[in-house]
């Protein structure tokens, strides 16, 4: 069995966390973090996460369930901030017993982070792992119970912030790291730059592009061949068009689909203007057109109208791979380029 002494000794602080081999967080991408790819990333050695997305509590009870039927080590479960139903997931999820609880796409809603922990009178309360676009912010949900970070880059696919990952490391790490769990994501393709986040004090990554193709993972063949094609330029971050929706930018491959939601911002202004829509009706839009077009093209293989979230690492997937290949060559170039410091 191959061993890597120095990359497990820099992860060992983010492996314990999560109860895994490596300290290699999947990313929850909608569509494509489900049961088959979650639970071969866990029995892999790295950590699995189910893409909550716009699912149901029903559909995410199911999930979990199916889960837990393939998974023979820890998985957690990611949720959306903004989702009218957080509350009856978080139920589901401590329900469940689940072990680790990524909220994602905002600042969590007050009693949410107290929720997942609290757990029942047999089953201990969840991990909470918040995103953290900021020193100052990182510090805040720390105070308000988060146990862990992630720290991601502009150059990561879906929804992205403006800074770098490079930026965002160097700004957050030194200052955070050594009190507090932080996990670097955005643009990471090979252990190489694994090595560098680990050497700062990063206690582990998190990459979602890589694991996209794997022979696991459930989407289309389309979608993986236009991953294959694809360079670094040509996933590109979607813009807004109007001022009053503060819609978060969304990196994919640039196609009809990119145009389409262009179109769809501007559907939605002029909802605000017409039929006077809240904010937030006005944001579960967008995001509901996320999760239809990206369903299209992951399930239904329609890539030039779905939507093809990818990040800049897209041009280091080449072919399908088993999970199990992918996390040992990560793995691998992590320790030959920590054994060449």
């Not at 009178?121 to 510090?139: R, S």
């Not at 720290?151 to 770098?164: C, L, M, Q």
Request: proline residues 4%; hydrophobic residues 45%; negative net charge.
């Amino acid at each position: 069995m191959t061993t890597y002494p120095r990359t497990t000794h820099l992860m060992q602080r983010g492996a314990e966390f999560f109860g895994s081999q490596y300290a290699i967080l999947c990313g929850a991408m909608s569509w494509v973090s489900e049961r088959h790819l979650v639970s071969a990333i866990s029995n892999a050695g790295g950590f699995g996460v189910i893409a909550c997305g716009a699912m149901t509590p029903a559909l995410l009870d199911a999930e979990i369930t199916a889960t837990k039927a393939l998974a023979k080590a820890p998985f957690g479960v990611n949720l959306i901030t903004m989702h009218p139903q957080l509350f009856d997931l978080i139920d589901v999820c401590v329900r469940h017993g689940v072990s680790h609880v990524v909220l994602a796409g905002g600042i969590p809603p007050k009693g949410s982070v107290e929720a997942i922990k609290a757990g029942t009178a047999d089953k201990p309360g969840a991990k909470v792992i918040c995103f953290a676009p900021t020193l100052a912010l990182a510090k805040k949900l720390l105070r308000s119970g988060a146990d862990a970070m992630v720290i991601e880059g502009s150059e990561a696919g879906g929804h992205i912030g403006p800074v770098s990952t490079s930026v965002l490391a160097q700004e957050i790490l030194p200052n955070l790291a050594s009190e507090a769990l932080v996990f670097v994501a955005g643009g990471i393709g090979r252990g190489e730059a694994i090595a560098g986040y680990l050497e700062m004090g990063a206690a582990g990554v998190q990459l979602g592009t890589r694991f996209a193709c794997a022979t696991e993972s459930i989407a289309h063949a389309n979608f993986k061949k236009a991953f294959f094609r694809a360079s670094a330029r040509d996933a590109v971050a979607s813009v807004q068009v109007d001022p009053r929706l503060p819609v978060i930018p969304v990196r994919a491959l640039k196609n009809k689909g990119t145009e389409a939601f262009t179109a769809k911002q501007l559907e939605v202004a002029r909802a605000l203007d017409e039929d006077g829509i809240a904010m937030d009706e006005a944001q579960l839009q967008i995001e509901h057109y996320w999760a239809g077009a990206l369903r299209r093209a992951v399930i239904d293989g329609d890539v030039e109208g779905g939507s093809l979230m990818a990040g800049q690492s897209v041009g280091m997937v080449t072919q399908e791979e088993p999970v199990a290949d992918i996390i040992a060559t990560l793995m691998a170039e992590c320790e030959t380029a920590l054994d060449r410091r």
